[in-house]
Antibody
């Protein structure tokens, strides 16, 4: 079955960077985009961007364009999200989710990131 | 960005009774390909969200048929024909007609 496995919680200081991972299994990795969505306390869900694992091309939300890099490793079916210049407002649960016609039809378990 | 507005923000429903949640977008979600990119998700307590409906009313495999969707353009509704105890959680809508996709603020469904 389709699974997206994310790494454990992260704690960072303001100004630091964080790199999050999302490993896919149960389907052809290069056939579906992977999206990153975050859920901040009291602020709902926010789409950050997505990556095409086949080409490596990315689409990043304008408000994150200067702070976010998305990459992939096809040998391990893993995508990565790097978020730089962290502030306390970046404290959130970060989810990866699979694209396709059934957009965000499969989600990882989420990685809590605390900036303090 | 397109603003997605859900109502109500919370509702309490007796098991077996119907429920509906509205989602209104600030712009039409009808794309040039003729499809309307409106989705509904449910997040149960302590879990990741799950997809309930895509393109207004299409159900992924495994989603009970008591969940249905309707609407067009800018006005959409999620219908639950007979609420069950397992339906408790936060429901939210999302569009993907343009970048960035944006989400509704969520509706909390409780059981009476």
């Amino acid at each position: 079955q389709v699974q997206l496995e994310q790494a454990g919680a992260e704690m960072k200081r303001p100004g630091a960077s964080v790199r999050l991972s999302c490993r896919s299994s149960g389907y052809i990795f290069t056939a579906y985009k992977i999206h990153w969505v975050r859920q901040a306390p009291g602020r709902g869900f926010e789409w950050m961007g997505g990556i095409n694992p086949n080409s490596g091309s990315t689409g990043i939300a304008p408000r994150f364009k200067d702070r976010v890099t998305m990459t992939r490793d096809t040998s391990t079916s893993t995508v990565y999200l790097e978020l730089r210049r962290l502030t306390v407002d970046d404290t959130a649960i970060y989810y990866c989710a699979r694209g396709g016609e059934e957009l965000l039809g499969h989600w990882g378990q989420g990685t809590p990131v605390t900036v303090s | 960005d397109i603003v997605m507005t859900q109502t109500p923000l919370s509702l309490s429903v007796t098991p077996g009774q119907p429920a509906s949640i509205s989602c209104k977008s600030s712009q039409s979600l009808l794309y040039t390909d003729g499809k309307t990119y409106l989705y509904w998700y449910l997040q149960k307590s302590g879990q990741s969200p799950q997809l309930l409906l895509y393109e207004i009313s299409k159900r992924p495999s495994g989603v009970p048929d008591r969940f249905s969707g309707s609407g067009s353009g800018t006005d959409f509704t999620l219908h639950i024909s007979r609420v069950e105890a397992e339906d408790v959680g936060f429901y939210f809508c999302m569009h993907s007609v343009q970048v960035p996709p944006t989400f509704g603020q969520g509706t909390k469904l409780e059981i009476k």
